[in-house]
């Protein structure tokens, strides 16, 4: 499926967020060929034939593994898009690195069945080496920036300066982070840029398979740094901005096609669908900006 044909649907289809069945839709195409079979079978009523029946068309069945980086503009989308192409996707949620067991990698690991994965951009170049992700399949999807929450109805803190940011990191009694990209940047990089590291990441608690903003939301953590897209979907914390300039680091996430993959094409006409215009909407909202212009969708091979 060309771009333009997934352009020509209205952002109201893709920003809607719909039923959350797996169930897809009757294409077009499959719903003609059913009305066919059946004034077929009408016509033949009471003659006996020997011709099999024909078999009904098989759904297209894509499996997704996608971080929690690109998850809230994903859940939107992905409804959207089995509507249009009449596919059914099945989703496994994972971080981008790391050891847990549900990280994407783990999964991969375990031969867990996947046609697209998404994730922070140096960690799919990393499944890419490793011989798990198609050469040359990667799309760059979104950029994506980190920010801080605070429990709902907590004093907010300043951030807006590098100085102001030092001072609420002294202050917080502890600070949640995650155990993807961001967190990786904060307990590696910028604390000790900040030189604060001593100080800081004692009182620091590194946050596995849960998203940083849950465990603010319940007291376990005073402060929670994680990508932007990440924090704004927690009802129960306030979201208070992002890091300055001088401290930001920008994650691009990106998606690949496994060497694995039963829907190589399918693959290829969902990552085009994400990069369409259809979707920028949606992107926007969850607090993420397209990472660049819409691509073509790859011809079959």
């Known amino acids: 499926m060309h771009p333009s044909a997934f352009d020509a649907v209205s952002n109201q289809d893709a920003a809607t967020s719909p039923t959350t069945s797996r169930i897809a839709p009757v294409t077009r195409r499959a719903a003609v060929w059913l009305a066919a079979v059946a004034l077929a079978g009408c016509a033949g ?26 998850a809230a503009a994903y859940d939107e989308l992905r409804p959207a898009y089995e509507r249009l192409s009449g596919s059914v996707v099945k989703t496994a949620y994972g971080s981008s690195m790391g050891g847990a067991v549900d990280s994407i990698p783990s999964r991969m690991t375990r031969g867990e069945p996947v ?9 799919l170049d990393a499944l890419v080496a490793q011989g798990k992700v198609v050469t040359g ?87 929670g740094l994680q990508q932007v897209s990440e924090l704004l979907p927690v009802a129960g914390a306030d979201f208070i901005g992002v890091l300055p300039p001088e401290v930001q680091r920008m994650t691009v996430f990106s998606a690949g096609i496994a060497t694995t993959a039963r829907q190589p094409q399918a693959a290829r006409d969902m990552i085009a669908y994400f990069t369409s215009s259809a979707a920028e909407p949606v992107i926007r909202k969850s607090g993420l900006e397209p990472a660049k212009k819409p691509v073509a969708a790859m011809p079959a091979r």
């Open 45 to 70: 009523l009471g003659k006996p034939t020997s011709a099999p029946i024909a078999p009904v068309p098989v759904t297209t069945e894509i499996n997704v593994m996608t971080s929690g980086g690109f």
């Open 115 to 123: 046609d697209v994965v998404i994730l922070a951009r140096p960690a």
């Open 137 to 223: 399949s990667q799309v760059d999807l979104v950029n994506s920036l980190i920010g801080m929450s605070v429990k709902k109805g907590a004093p907010r803190p300043d951030i807006g300066t590098v100085e102001a940011l030092k001072r609420t990191l002294l202050a917080a009694p502890s600070i949640a982070y995650s155990a993807s990209a961001s967190g990786t940047y904060y307990e590696t990089e910028m604390l000790k840029n900040l030189g604060l590291e001593a100080q800081v990441k004692p009182k620091s608690q590194r946050i596995l398979s849960e998203r940083v903003a849950t465990v603010v939301a319940r007291g376990d953590a005073a402060l």
